[in-house]
Nanobody, 126 residues
Framework: QMQLVESGGGTVQSGESLRLSCVAS????????VAWFRQAPGKAREGVSC????????QLESTAAGRFTIFRDNAKNTFYLEMNSLRPEDTGTYFC???????????????????WGQGAQVTVSS
């Protein structure tokens, strides 16, 4: 079966860094769009970063300018979210997701994504 298992969440101080990992099984990431979403308590889930594997990206404005970076290692069938200069407002549950086989461009429209990771908690203290 197709599934994503994510890891790497935790608690850090403001300004520190954290890396989330997402391991795919049951399918190959090579030809799939990959993305990260997050949800803060009391807020709607939002897209954070998306990569289509051939140079196209979509980035949440508050995590742009190199602060958050999405990258993949196809040999390990794994993709990552590198988070630097973390802020308290980055606190939330982070979800990895892959686009369906027919998705060809990055989007944050959730209807095009699946499977999803189980969620990883990231807490940034002030």
């Amino acid at each position: 079966q197709m599934q994503l298992v994510e890891s790497g969440g935790g608690t850090v101080q403001s300004g520190e860094s954290l890396r989330l990992s997402c391991v795919a099984s049951g399918f190959t990431l090579d030809d799939r769009i990959v993305a990260w979403f997050r949800q803060a308590p009391g807020k709607a889930r939002e897209g954070v970063s998306c990569n289509d594997g051939h140079g196209d990206y979509l980035q949440l404005e508050s995590t742009a300018a190199g602060r958050f970076t999405i990258f993949r290692d196809n040999a390990k069938n794994t993709f990552y979210l590198e988070m630097n200069s973390l802020r308290p407002e980055d606190t939330g549950t982070y979800f990895c997701a892959t686009g369906g086989a027919s998705l060809r461009v990055c989007t944050f429209s959730e209807m095009y994504f699946g499977p999803w990771g189980q969620g990883a908690q990231v807490t940034v203290s002030s």
